[in-house]
């Protein structure tokens, strides 16, 4: 059976902007990616949201749903927010390798009762060298001594129900961390007292376990990247592939995941990674309410990005997570996309070879 995924016919030039998680462990990744997903699907619909390979696409329509107390006037322009599940990708991360990196945006999950530790700074590394952008979520505010659940709730409206102590223990607890910060020599302030949005990070406060922050952090993401990267976040047919996973699949053979960052893909296609060959078949799974149908996926005869997608093709498994995957054009010089894909394959090896 063949399905097409549905198209955004309303934003046509952008992409969705490409967001990871980051931190240090137990902060709450996991759970942040879990309530972000969540939200709708426990009142039994998934509201279009996708969880793909390795990837949740979130169409624009939900963002706009679940950030409607915000009574944000900014149109949401980009067709949605594709958030790698970077907790289990996490060696890719650090392999990636290119200038351009693959994600536009990261959320770099601090918890507020232990402030910055050390794989918050070792984060904050990767990012400074990749130039990548990110915002702050200080997450687990529901553990401030006393304070009142306020469920998916705006930021400011939890925090005006919360007592003084809760807010000012807040106050001291976020004063903490933007001075952790500022030892590592970046600016970061709460989001919405921040003037200085070029220079200075943003914070969000946030709870995975209630919600509270999580319309924020969203509208965030999607606002700044529309604001600050449209150049980046127009649509090209120039194909940007990357590949996060490669593994073998029972029915399938060799397969890899990979994240279409710009661009087509269709089924038929020749590709070149570390080899050539022709993709058989373009995966993802089942949307939300059927993930529990295990191994089975929907097949698509295209695919535009931004998304998280399976290939079968024959010999991949010579494919290298981390590398690019480059498609053969019409007018392409085969052999001139073999020696970049082969540049590509050996500054991805070296890095692992440091590493
Ligand atoms: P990860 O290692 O960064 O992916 O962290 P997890 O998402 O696995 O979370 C680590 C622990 O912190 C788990 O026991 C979570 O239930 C808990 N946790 C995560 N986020 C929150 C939060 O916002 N509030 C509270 N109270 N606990 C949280």
Redesign the pocket.
């Known amino acids: 059976k063949e399905e097409t995924p549905k198209s955004d016919s309303v934003q046509k030039e952008l992409r969705s902007p490409i967001c990871c998680?980051m931190?240090?462990?137990?902060?709450?990744?996991?759970?942040?990616?879990?309530?972000i997903r969540g939200t709708n699907v426990q009142e039994g619909e998934a509201g279009g949201i996708t969880q793909q390979i390795g990837a949740t696409y979130f169409p624009a329509e939900n963002i706009r749903e679940r950030t409607k107390e915000l009574k944000a006037d900014a149109k949401l322009n980009v067709p949605g927010l594709l958030v790698i599940d970077t907790?289990g990708h996490e060696s890719f991360t650090n392999l990636r390798s290119r200038g351009s990196g693959l994600c536009e945006i990261a959320i770099l999950?601090v918890?507020i009762m232990h402030g910055l530790e050390p794989q918050t700074i070792e984060s904050l590394n990767l990012l400074k060298m990749r130039n990548t952008d990110f915002i702050v979520a200080l997450?687990?505010?529901?553990?401030l001594y006393g304070w009142k659940t306020c469920r998916n709730a705006p930021i400011g409206k939890a925090m005006k129900l919360q007592s003084k102590d809760v807010q000012m223990e807040f106050n001291n607890r976020l004063t903490q961390v933007i001075t952790q910060f500022k030892e590592q020599g970046l600016n970061t302030e709460l989001y919405y007292k921040n003037k200085d949005r070029g220079e200075t990070f943003n914070i969000v406060p946030?709870?995975?376990?209630?919600g509270e922050g999580i319309p924020d952090m969203l509208l965030l993401l999607v606002q700044w990247t529309q604001k600050t990267m449209i150049e980046r976040l127009t649509f090209s047919n120039e194909v940007e592939c990357t590949v996060l996973e490669v593994k073998v699949v029972e029915g399938h053979g060799t397969t890899i995941d990979v994240v279409l960052v710009n661009g087509v893909l269709h089924e038929g296609d020749q590709i070149v990674g570390p080899i050539v060959t022709t993709i058989r078949a373009l995966l993802t799974p089942h949307p939300m309410k059927e993930l529990r149908v295990k191994g089975t996926y929907l097949h698509h005869k295209e695919i535009k990005a931004a998304q998280g997608i399976k290939i079968t093709a024959q010999g991949l498994e010579h494919a290298i997570a981390g590398t690019s995957l480059y498609i053969v054009g019409p007018n392409d010089d085969l052999e001139d996309i073999k020696a970049t894909a082969m540049e590509d394959m050996k500054s991805v090896m070296s890095r692992i070879d440091k590493s």
């Open positions: 998680i931190g240090h462990v137990d902060t709450g990744k996991t759970k942040l990616l879990d309530c907790p999950v918890d997450n687990k505010v529901d553990r946030t709870s995975a376990i209630s």
